[in-house]
């Protein structure tokens, strides 16, 4: 694995590679969309100055344009709906409290649930095709999806490319951001999974 990654990594089918990745792993939670990005950051710092590749500015836009075209992906297909989809998130107790916790947040300012959704483990799928069914509009969601991209990859590239500047070596500076990605998707997931406050009783 770490062999292939390498000789991915001094390509520019790298950009292909965490284009799909980060694409699909809406729909398919399990694929290492953010182990591909820091492993391409890592492979950036330790790769000298420009012209290099990866590039770490190519790399961000890369990973921040597939993670908002993924989400639409999700968010559009939820919104049309069906029969199928409507089983699949019933049988979910994630999507399903999704429904029940995202109503009109997005509208009223809450949309922060996505971007805190976009570092947990599948909390992009949550979200993104909760929101769908939830028929919140493109205008409501579409913002915070871009925030959300941008964040998660901001985080991701720069975990990797300084995890590696700053410890000098590749392998031990992935690992060290790898613990703190996956230390940010558990914080996530527990915010996420907080109870959200009780109104308070009218006086």
């Known amino acids: 694995m770490v062999e292939i990654l390498g000789s991915l990594t001094s390509g520019p089918w790298i950009y292909v590679v965490v284009a799909v990745s980060i694409l699909l792993d809406v729909f398919l939670p399990v694929l290492p969309s ?21 590039d770490v500015l190519a790399l961000l836009v890369t990973a921040t344009t ?30 399903t409290r999704a429904h029940e916790r995202l109503g009109t947040a997005l509208a ?17 799928s949550v979200v993104s095709l909760g929101a769908g069914k939830t028929q919140r509009t493109v205008r409501e969601f579409l913002p915070w999806s871009v925030l959300a ?17 700053w410890l000098g070596t590749t392998w031990l500076g992935t690992a060290i ?16 999974r907080r109870p959200a406050p009780s109104a308070a009783p009218a006086t």
Do not use: N
């Not at 597939?66 to 989400?71: E, K, T, Y």
């Open 149 to 165: 991209g941008m964040s998660w990859a901001s985080y991701s590239v720069a975990l990797g490319y300084f995890g590696t500047q």
């Open 108 to 124: 009223r300012g809450g949309g922060a649930l996505v971007v805190i959704a976009r570092f947990a483990p599948a909390g992009r």
């Open 34 to 54: 953010g182990v591909l990005v820091i492993t391409a950051a890592a492979a950036a710092a330790a790769a000298g100055p420009p012209p290099r590749v990866p």
């Open 66 to 95: 597939a993670s908002v075209l993924g989400d639409m992906a999700a968010y559009r297909l939820a919104r049309r709906g069906g029969a199928r989809l409507d089983r699949a998130i019933a049988r979910s107790r994630r999507l």
């Open 177 to 192: 951001s790898l613990i703190a990605l996956f230390a940010a998707g558990s914080l996530a997931a527990f915010l996420i």
